[in-house]
Nanobody, 124 residues
């Protein structure tokens, strides 16, 4: 069992940056591949990026490639999402998720645990 708590969301102007954090409880954080998803109003939850258990493999949605960077610190039980060059279309609730696998997945159904989400709003 793992509990996930996201933080770092907020309001930012277009072109700005934010860094999200997701802190995990428990001693087995390194046993989980992690993912970041987002959900805009009226839309389905979509994959943003994922990272493998040891951080050696990452995967990005095309819409964020080159702008967002995922990383993790297994010693701190935390995964991060650095978001640069933010655009209004990035506005959404951002969720982190954990799955008991070596690598991440773009499928929401592949994840066992979810955080409560953090709101990111990008103004034009």
């Amino acid at each position: 069992q793992v509990q996930l708590v996201e933080s770092g969301g907020g309001l930012v102007q277009a072109g700005g940056s934010l860094r999200l954090s997701c802190a995990a409880s428990g001693r087995t954080f390194s046993s989980y591949a992690m993912g970041w998803f987002r959900q805009a109003p009226g839309k389905e939850r979509e994959f943003v990026t994922g990272i493998s258990r040891n951080g050696g493999s990452t995967y990005y949605a095309e819409s964020v490639k080159g702008r967002f960077t995922i990383s993790r610190d297994n010693a701190k039980n935390t995964v991060y999402l650095q978001m640069n060059s933010l655009q209004p279309e990035d506005t959404a609730v951002y969720y982190c998720a954990a799955r008991t696998s070596w690598v991440s997945s773009p499928e929401t159904s592949a994840y066992n645990y979810w955080g409560q989400g953090t709101q990111v709003t990008v103004s034009s």
